[in-house]
């Protein structure tokens, strides 16, 4: 019967299937890499998404002393729905905004420190914080 070399059985024959089997698993190695790599760099630093995710959801800005539904309203109109972005506003502007609303009584000033607690989630110095305010102001 017709047996070609390469087909034999014996010890020597069979190394070509280690060599290529090792081929294949350091291809597949090296395809794994590279594609880890190019999805790392394409994706954002864990922070950022988190940070992202942070404020794609609104906060209750009415947990901020002085914070009442009609200035959470006129902030979040004004584009500011989060914590985070509370903490990161202008005074300034924010009583700009308020001025505008026709809400010139209120003061910002004490809920930009107040925010900046609650964005990190520091509840327990919030409350601690507003323990010492009054209407959203230092006592």
């Not at 988190?50 to 009415?62: F, S």
């Not at 990161?88 to 001025?99: D, G, I, S, W, Y």
């Not at 000033?109 to 990190?120: D, F, P, T």
């Amino acid at each position: 019967m017709f047996s070609p070399n390469y087909l034999q059985t014996d010890q020597g024959s069979n190394a070509w299937i280690w060599y290529l089997l090792l081929v294949v698993l350091t291809l597949l190695l090296i395809v794994w890499w590279i594609n880890r790599r190019q999805t790392a760099s394409q994706s954002q630093p864990p922070d950022a998404a988190a940070q992202v995710q942070r404020e794609a959801t609104p906060d209750d800005l009415r947990r901020i002393e002085g914070i009442g539904p009609k200035v959470s309203s006129v902030l979040n109109e004004a584009g500011i729905t989060t914590f985070e972005a509370l903490s990161r506003a202008n005074p300034a502007e924010v009583q700009k905004t308020l001025n505008d609303a026709g809400l010139q009584m209120m003061n910002p000033e004490g809920w930009i420190e107040q925010a900046s607690l609650a964005a990190k989630g520091d509840w327990e110095g919030l409350e601690r914080l507003q323990n010492e305010l009054k209407g959203g102001r230092k006592a």
